[in-house]
């Protein structure tokens, strides 16, 4: 959608997205995709992070009422 009004705002070219990612495509641009891992973390954080999670996941099961079925 993005694609589709910057082609059409810049360029005057009204085109679908797909047709806009395929001319992308063949001049060697590509979709750029998240990192699903942070590259900078340190270690001491995310461990202490993961133990608070997990008791705050646990107290919270513990807390829910009954089903009443």
Known sequence: MRLQK????????KAGDTTIRK???EQGFSSQKPQVEASQ???????GFRSGWHALKKVQKSERPASSS
Do not use: Y
Not at 6 to 13: F, K, N, Q, Y
Not at 41 to 47: L, T
């Open 41 to 47: 973390k340190n270690p001491a954080q995310v461990s």
């Open 6 to 13: 910057v082609t059409r705002r810049e360029l005057g070219i």
């Open 23 to 25: 001319a992308l495509i």
